[in-house]
């Protein structure tokens, strides 16, 4: 089993900056891909980003790249994502993920974090 639990949210101001941590913890963490998920108000989960374990390999979803840097350190078994010009559209609850074989697709994600609040405001 892993837990996997989130760090870093909080309310920032449109243009500012916010970093989230995703440690996990495990007998055995071997994962694929991490990835980042958000959850806007009234609206469904979308992907954000991910990585992937063996080799650092980043991914991120066309609203967020330019902005967003997802980065990992092996060591810690934890998965940052640094945003930068956080935007109002982007307030959501963030949640960490580890799947054993996808990328984009949530569904093949098997083990989620609890979600952590992010709120941009204008």
């Known amino acids: 089993q892993v837990q996997l639990v989130e760090s870093g949210g909080g309310l920032v101001q449109a243009g500012g900056s916010l970093r989230l941590s995703c440690a996990a913890s495990?007998?055995?963490?071997?994962?694929?891909?991490m990835g980042w998920f958000r959850r806007a108000p009234g609206k469904e989960r979308l992907f954000v980003a991910a990585i992937r374990w063996r080799d650092g390999s980043p991914y991120y979803a066309d609203s967020v790249k330019g902005r967003f840097t997802i980065s990992r350190d092996n060591v810690k078994n934890t998965v940052y994502l640094q945003m930068n010009s956080l935007k109002p559209e982007d307030t959501a609850v963030y949640y960490c993920?580890?799947?054993?074989?996808?990328?984009?697709?949530?569904?093949?994600?098997?083990?989620w974090g609890q979600g952590t609040q992010v709120t941009v405001s204008s």
């Open positions: 495990g007998r055995t963490f071997s994962p694929y891909t």
């Open positions: 993920a580890a799947s054993r074989n996808s990328v984009w697709n949530q569904d093949g994600y098997n083990f």
